[in-house]
């Protein structure tokens, strides 16, 4: 029996036919968020990923592609794990089934199935599906084509090892009765009753003969045959444990507490793996959770319509915490839903930019004019208001465990929301602006952004199983340095740890509003945009000269190459006040600018070619306009951290500034 406080979780180990889609993220980025939740809450986690090598489907792929599966499977591999760093997937192990540790595991099993007489040759004739890898029987079949994926069959008559899955059916339905949680959700549980206890469970056959496939393992009891590919995939739960942990660590994990796996695998998991581990004398799972699947923009993905979701795509566009957040907060988990760029641009606006990143925004926005950018004072003479802000973040706490033991990951966020919603509520009824006018009302003011400080933090760390580049952004903005690694939510939440007096750092937005796309424009899928800088995913820069007045002379005009709005939108142009203006010492054209980007943002120091136009003197005061994303440059060995826009070619003929009088940092487009 595994240690009470260990959880084990896998995902399905993916086919490795083709490139990850939007599916393989999904099941991976659920299982990352329930296996940092649990390490939160301190219990010992293994999180197991990886990849399925075996089989008929990528024999062909790899036949496809001209090359020897092995070669093809290693060429693949890496595009799943550098994908599942990209979307902060923490797992703990990734599991290959050609790994050789691996291969002697099933090779065990299959041969004490073997000598315990529970596997036996026979002949087979049947309806063979080459998709599904698998026979069906007579009455399985409807016109010809596979009740499972609807492709044609064909009638194969074969000798076949077989396992004796039958006799395991009237077990196997009472351990669903006994185990209300084995199967989940509900009406999947029902589902697999519903078949098992009106059809006969029939024998499963788990060979395939080599002249057919030989991409696979061989059976230890007869060298011509492989063993049919679920057969070797589902060991990889348990075999894993006894080769990829840094200690073998079986009895401590075995039996998982959650095999997440799409609707479309419950049968596989359900009953043969289960049936298996009867055979095994190993107990079963905890739970099978089945996830629903995704269909694009109202229709089914697929290769051959070209409307394949590539997460890495999403990753570079929006962010990967914007993407993790959009695929647990849009559908219920265990029901179908459509994906669409539309539907979660306007998520990342309304729930993202409007929601957390303005609540942030706003509150140390407050605090750095009415605080000094410091951690205010608590307020220990409470009102009914702010003992219902403190209380909420007390219930939800509880409720969120609630929920993520039920694997109702929406229900989880929209809990953080009405958090969120709230806080924002007890601003606009507490208007801290409006205390702020009177001095007697310090301890109120203090008082108030305490309680939205400390809110913020608690909303934080619950955020961090889900998004954890936006919950370390949060908590670093608020002044904190908080170790994730560490089991924050064993205990009952505390309130009141945050410190007054330590200064807090305001960043860059959490999530910066992104502008629907023009009609007509192209989507995500086909057009890769770069990324909108935030906090928490920076967006890529390129080194560039700190000027626009190019020196030589330009070669003769060439029609100026058109770019989308999307290209124009990566730069971000910002007014910007100037502090301070120096020349660089043995340079006839160069300044040195300290600017600013408004409160609470540190100076910038930009080296611009201004220098034969203006003295440094006449600057001072001006507001100018700046790109303020461009990566960090050099000009004769001073950092510059930005650009000056100037009109002018060879020579600069005036700076852009703005007519009327606007605060800097502002955004200029
Ligand atoms: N190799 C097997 C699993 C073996 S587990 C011991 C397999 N691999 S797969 O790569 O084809 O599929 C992996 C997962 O992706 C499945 O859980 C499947 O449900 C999921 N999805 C595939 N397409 C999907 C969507 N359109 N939407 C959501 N998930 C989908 O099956």
């Not at 899955?165 to 009765?177: A, S, V």
């Not at 942990?245 to 479309?264: E, I, R, S, T, Y």
Request: proline residues 7%.
């Amino acid at each position: 029996m595994s240690a009470p406080n260990t959880f084990y979780i896998t995902t399905p180990i993916y086919y490795v036919n083709d490139v990850p889609h939007i599916g393989h993220a999904y099941t991976t980025v659920a299982a990352d968020v329930l296996a940092r939740y649990w390490r939160l809450r301190g219990r010992d986690v293994f999180f197991l990923t990886g990849l399925d090598e075996h089989g008929q489907k990528v024999q062909q792929a790899a036949a496809k592609a001209g090359i020897d599966p092995q070669a093809h499977c290693d060429k693949l591999a890496p595009q799943f794990q550098e994908l599942w760093k990209r979307l902060s997937i923490s797992n703990d192990a990734f599991i290959r089934t050609t790994d050789a540790p691996h291969k002697s595991v099933v090779q065990r099993y299959l041969q004490q199935l073997y000598d315990n007489k529970l596997i036996y040759k026979a002949d087979y004739t049947g309806w063979y599906c080459t998709f599904d890898e698998r026979f069906w029987t007579e009455k399985d079949v409807e016109n010809g084509l596979c009740p499972d994926c609807k492709r044609p069959v064909e009638k194969l008559s074969e000798h076949n090892y077989f396992f004796k899955m039958g006799q395991y059916q009237d077990r196997l339905i009472e351990h669903i009765k006994q185990h209300p949680t084995f199967i989940r959700p509900e009406s999947r549980r029902n589902e697999v009753l519903g078949f098992l206890s009106t059809q006969k469970l029939g024998d499963l056959s788990i060979s395939r003969p080599k002249s057919r496939l030989s991409w696979g393992i061989e059976l230890p009891f007869d060298k011509d045959y492989v063993t049919y590919v679920w057969f070797d995939a589902l060991v990889n739960y348990v075999s894993a444990l006894e080769y990829l942990p840094k200690k073998p660590a079986f009895d401590q994990f075995w039996p998982a507490n959650v095999h997440l796996v799409g609707k479309d695998i419950l049968t596989t998991h359900a009953v043969y793996w289960s049936t298996m581990l009867m055979a095994l004398n190993l107990p079963l799972p905890e739970t099978i959770f089945a996830h629903g699947w995704w269909t694009v923009d109202g229709e089914k993905m697929s290769k051959s319509r070209g409307n394949v979701v590539d997460p890495n795509k999403m990753v570079d566009e929006f962010g990967a915490d914007a993407f993790r957040y959009f695929l647990l907060r849009e559908v219920p988990f265990g029901q179908d839903g459509d994906f669409s760029q539309d539907a979660m641009v306007i998520r990342i606006n309304s729930d993202l930019a409007n929601g957390i990143g303005n609540l942030l925004s706003r509150t140390l926005t407050m605090i750095e004019k009415y605080c000094d950018g410091k951690t205010p004072k608590r307020n220990q003479h409470l009102d009914e208001v702010d003992n219902a802000l403190e209380n909420q973040v007390h219930e939800v706490f509880n409720a969120i465990h609630d929920e993520l033991c039920g694997l109702q990951f929406h229900r989880a966020l929209d809990l953080i929301w009405s958090t969120i919603h709230l806080t924002d509520e007890y601003i606009e009824d507490k208007k801290p602006w409006g205390l702020a006018k009177d001095p007697a009302n310090r301890v109120l003011l203090e008082g108030v952004l305490y309680n939205v400080a400390e809110t913020l933090r608690h909303i934080g760390i619950l955020l961090y199983p889900f998004m954890p580049q936006t919950a370390k952004s949060i908590t670093e903005q608020l002044g904190l340095s908080i170790d994730f690694t560490t089991p924050l939510l064993s205990q009952e939440l505390s309130w009141g740890k945050m410190t007054p007096g330590s200064k807090i750092h305001k960043g860059l937005p959490l999530f910066p509003r992104i502008e629907p796309k023009p009609q007509g424009a192209k989507t995500v899928s086909d057009t890769p945009t770069p990324s909108q800088p935030t906090a928490a995913t920076p967006a890529p820069t390129t080194a560039t000269p700190q000027v626009l007045t190019p020196t030589a002379a330009p070669p003769a005009p060439a029609a100026p190459a058109q770019i989308t709005i999307d290209e124009f939108m990566k730069i971000q142009l910002k007014t910007a006040k100037v502090l301070t203006a120096e020349r660089v010492p043995k340079s006839e054209k160069l300044l040195k600018l300290q600017v600013s980007l408004g409160e609470g943002t540190e100076p910038r120091q930009i080296v611009a070619g201004i220098g034969k136009k203006y003295e440094p003197e006449s600057l001072i005061g001006k507001t100018i306009i700046i790109v303020a994303n461009l990566k960090p440059a050099k000009l004769m060995g001073i950092e510059s951290q930005g650009m000056v826009l100037a009109a002018g070619d060879s020579e600069v003929r005036g700076l852009a500034t703005i007519l009327e009088e606007v605060d800097p940092g502002t955004k200029v487009k």
